[in-house]
């Protein structure tokens, strides 16, 4: 069925990752095909579809706050409401009995049909979250990116891990694959549109396998580095269990893939990892950094932790810190463990105490700090390639950018350098970014 949304403004709002983000250029793009244009208000939207995430409670229960704001707004003026991704896809049509005032629950294999469902949702609600076994592809011509110079491309979607506190299981289905020749022509496509850095998504891409081929993670690196035109290309989440040396010898092979990797450890303690359902001890995860330090230096790593995990001791997460101290991250991503519906950690009981989490947590924070400002020192001085992203937070004639390390960079620069390559020299540094000057 053509459906047409001729003129309707749509507004997008995302919550959760880079798979979220990558998934809400989809969305838009799938309702300006029919028609449809943006608005960058909901207060002037005639569709609203919320993108969610799961992943943590706090991060559900922040969107609930969102939602109960915008059924306020809808009182005064009517919209199609739509919630889309991970919450969408787990609490399905049990969300519209918890939010009446929802017109649309759309899981991630729901979109292509959005149009549609808008529509009809005008006489009454729809669900769609069925998940299919295999890839639905969206593709190029219907992703509305949000800048052309930094082009998120999936090659994979779901997981079969099922790590114990983990919702994505649930939320995204089993691991489904990408056919490499789609992967290729949107690379090719975003090239041609002037994309200087690749982002290839998926929540476990080291588990890649081309379905026609069998190609693997590494040959699909190999592949999209032969693509002319980007110069950077980047890929997260990575598996430490499924991180093969094939993958480290692609990375330290073209210089293109950028010495930089998001690798999540979620504790330091074999025994936790063990009931997290890992698939790798302490010990294996050491090792595989200390191979890709050897065989591509100047890695720069960052990672994901759960403190507060059913039965983590002091020790354990001690452990925890002691990793931090050895590998020392660019950066983390730290969360208390809060227990998500349907995993397996949710049958355990949630043993440590609140404070105690909290206790956790901050001293895990407080010491990667510390370990950030010594690092981040480290390069002043230097001029660092940086990919201009757009204007800084921290006031006029400022803008931000990236490095191949993916640190943050906040420069002053005589012209407005967005969304191109510039030299910045290093003049300062804190524990979250650098600063400094175009050259
Ligand atoms: S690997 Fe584990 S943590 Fe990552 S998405 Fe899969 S189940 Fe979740």
Request: charged share 25%; aromatic share 8%.
């Amino acid at each position: 069925m053509t459906v047409s949304l001729c003129g309707r403004k749509v507004f997008v709002r995302t919550f959760g990752c880079q798979m979220n983000e990558n998934d809400s250029e989809h969305i838009a793009g799938v309702l300006l095909r029919a028609g449809a244009v943006r608005t960058d208000r909901p207060e002037s939207a005639d569709v609203v579809i919320v993108n969610t995430c799961a992943v943590r409670r706090k991060s559900e229960e922040k969107l609930y706050s969102y939602l109960g704001r915008l059924s306020r707004l809808k009182r005064k003026r009517p919209f199609v409401l739509g919630v889309a991704g991970c919450v969408a896809q787990v609490r399905k049509a049990d969300l519209l009995t918890k939010l009446p005032f929802v017109d649309v629950v759309v899981g991630p294999d729901g979109y292509p049909d959005l149009p549609e469902l808008v529509v009809r949702a005008a006489e009454a609600p729809e669900v769609r979250t069925e998940l299919g076994p295999v890839w639905r592809e969206i593709g190029a011509e219907a992703t509305a990116r949000e800048n052309p110079w930094s082009a998120f491309v999936p090659v994979m979607e779901g997981c079969d891990n099922y790590c114990a506190y983990c919702i994505v299981p649930f939320s995204r289905g089993r691991e489904k694959f990408r056919p490499l020749a789609n992967i290729l022509a949107e690379v090719r496509a975003a090239a041609a549109a002037g994309a200087l850095e690749i982002q290839l998504l998926g929540q476990n891409v080291n588990a890649y396998r081309d379905p026609g081929s069998g190609l693997g993670f590494a040959g699909l690196l190999d592949a999209v580095a032969a693509v002319p035109g980007p110069a950077w290309i980047r890929f997260i989440t990575s598996h430490p269990k499924s991180f093969g040396d094939d993958i480290v010898r692609a990375m330290a092979a073209s210089p293109k893939v950028c010495r930089a990797l998001h690798l999540p450890l979620q504790s330091g303690s074999t025994p936790v990892l063990g009931r997290m359902n890992r698939g790798y001890t302490c010990e294996g995860y050491l090792g595989l950094v200390a191979r890709l330090k050897e065989s591509v230096p100047g890695t720069l790593l960052t990672t994901d932790i759960i403190v507060g995990f059913p039965g983590e001791t002091e020790d354990d997460f001690q452990r925890t810190c002691d990793v931090l101290r050895e590998v020392r991250y660019a950066g983390i991503f730290s969360f208390r463990y809060s227990p998500r519906p349907l995993t397996a950690a949710a049958d355990i009981p949630d043993d440590i105490p609140l404070e105690v989490k909290r206790r956790r947590l901050v001293e895990l924070q407080a010491l990667q700090k510390t370990i950030q400002v010594e690092a981040n020192r480290a390069f002043v001085g230097r001029d660092l390639r940086v990919l201009a992203t757009g204007p800084s937070p921290k006031g006029a004639g400022r803008f931000s950018g990236r490095t191949e390390g993916n640190l943050v960079v906040n420069f002053d620069a005589p012209t407005d350098p967005t969304g191109r390559f510039l030299t910045v020299r290093i003049t300062g540094s804190g524990p979250y970014s650098l600063h400094g000057t175009a050259v």
